[in-house]
């Protein structure tokens, strides 16, 4: 049973430059988290995708967009580039449907460098 | 989500159980105790959760106190695999779609022969 998987699991842009990253789900789920991991500190909530639709966003710059295909894997775009956007990217993976909490299943990371 | 409070870092000698300690003292009725573990440079992984009371699986055991102001994260018998930084996360289990995870700086367990 294969688990999130992730790509590229490493890349280098430059400032003003665009960048999509790519996550397919855990097998079995159909909710995509997207999280920004900095160096030292703990992940934060970019944004969650279910059926398609945007659910929620964490605080950060409509530069961050995604998007979620039919088969539940998911894209991550960030425009304009900052150096401050150098982070590892995490999608996490879990089952959306009703009633009590669900653990989320961690991809390996993107880790984007922007010079 | 309520916010958590952990120490910055912890020592455990392999073999021994290692008990991480989380403060959650604004917790809210409807919001379950969450606990992930990151092993450097991997993506976060789950170990437990629980809402009022004890529960055990085959990674660790997590003990609420009855007012569920503050729980532990136990491991059992720590091994150098163990070595990770530890996360206690707070939130409400909403229905539909899972909430969001808000992850803290955790702690740092450090398992040494």
């Known amino acids: 049973d294969a688990g999130v998987t992730q790509s590229p699991t490493h890349l280098i842009k430059t400032r003003g430059q665009q960048v999509t990253l790519r996550c397919s789900p855990k097998?079995?789920?159909?909710?995509v988290s997207w999280y920004q991991q900095a160096l030292g500190q703990g992940p934060q909530f970019i944004f969650q995708y279910y059926e398609e639709e945007e659910r929620q966003r964490g605080n950060f710059p409509d530069r961050f967009s995604g998007h979620q295909f039919p088969n539940y894997s998911s894209e991550l775009n960030v425009n304009a580039l900052l150096l401050g956007d150098s982070a590892l990217y995490l999608c996490?993976?879990?089952?959306?449907?009703?009633?009590?909490?669900?653990?989320?299943?961690f991809g390996p990371g993107t880790r984007l460098t922007v010079t | 989500d309520a916010k958590t409070t952990q120490p910055t870092s912890m020592d455990c000698a392999e073999g021994r159980a290692a008990n991480l300690p989380c403060n959650h003292s604004t917790i809210s009725g409807n919001e379950y105790v969450y606990w992930y573990r990151q092993i450097h440079s991997q993506g976060p992984q789950y170990i437990i959760h629980g809402l009022k009371n004890n529960e055990t699986n085959e990674m660790a055991s997590l003990i609420i106190t009855e007012d569920r102001k503050s729980s532990t994260l136990i491991l059992p018998h720590a091994t150098l695999r163990d070595t990770a930084v530890y996360y206690c996360i707070v939130r409400v289990g909403h229905t539909g779609t899972a909430s969001k995870l808000t992850f803290g700086t955790g702690t740092r367990l450090q398992v040494t022969l």
């Open positions: 097998s079995g789920h159909d909710t």
């Open positions: 996490a993976s879990s089952v959306g449907v009703a009633g009590g909490p669900h653990e989320q299943y």
